[in-house]
């Protein structure tokens, strides 16, 4: 049976059960992270609508892995918090595990605000937490990012390469317009770069040419500005 359908086949069970409905998901989730909390796994297939798992509030200092099928602009949110980050074009169903004990999964992939899963049964978390750590396994990093750069750097460039102003930059990660322009303006001294696009070749481009191209000349130096949210 594929992964696909083993997940449409769940039910009812010592383990399993249904949350219906939007609200009673966010209040569920709530619960989740009221405590401490270390991990969350989450995948998202490109057939995925209307993002709900995934995208619910958790503590910035829980470490995420994010396995998506195509890039997007939420991808570069997840940049800017550290969080890891591959992509795989074939998934089977979205799917949020958080410390490898709850498992939430859309109970209809088509509506995912029907509601979803909640698997707590061991031995299927397990077996959901072997086939995510297999496909990770099996994806590829988005980028191959040269040495130096933070978090929120890489992610304001990640934006830039997608063809966003600096206002859009700024709005997509919580940051000043000014705090964008400053940030561009110092990537662009320190890696020789001729114009914004130049920079994201440099920075973001898939040719691992433009990687090794991209480092800091012997001896030049930047301001290294320091961004806050």
Not at 43 to 50: D, E, I, K, Y
Not at 136 to 146: D, G, L, S, T, Y
Request: hydrophobic content about 45%; glycine content about 6%.
């Amino acid at each position: 049976m594929s992964e696909a359908a083993w997940l449409k086949s769940l039910r009812v069970g010592r383990g399993v059960c249904p949350l219906f409905g939007a609200d009673a998901v966010v209040a569920r989730f709530a619960e989740i992270v009221s405590v401490e909390r270390s991990e969350r796994l989450v995948m998202v297939p490109a057939s995925s609508q209307r993002p709900l798992l995934g995208t619910l509030p958790m503590p910035p200092d829980v470490r995420t892995r994010w396995l998506g099928s195509a890039p997007s602009a939420h991808d570069a949110r997840l940049i800017a918090t550290g969080a890891e980050h591959r992509i795989l074009p074939a998934l089977p169903a979205k799917m949020v595990i958080i410390d490898r004990a709850i498992v939430m999964t859309p109970i209809d992939p088509e509506d995912p605000l029907k509601g979803v899963w909640q698997i707590t049964a061991k031995p299927l978390v397990h077996a959901l937490v072997e086939m995510y750590q297999r496909l990770w396994r099996q994806a590829a990093e988005p980028v191959r990012w040269p040495a130096g750069l933070s978090a929120r750097q890489r992610a304001v460039v990640t934006l830039l390469a997608e063809g966003y102003t600096d206002q859009t930059v700024a709005e997509q990660l919580g940051l000043s317009r000014r705090t964008i322009t400053y940030t561009v303006a110092d990537l662009m001294k320190k890696y020789g770069a001729r114009s914004r696009f130049h920079l994201a070749l440099l920075l973001a481009g898939a040719d691992a040419d433009f990687a090794i191209a991209s480092s800091p000349r012997p001896g030049h130096t930047s301001n290294n500005l320091r961004l806050e949210y």
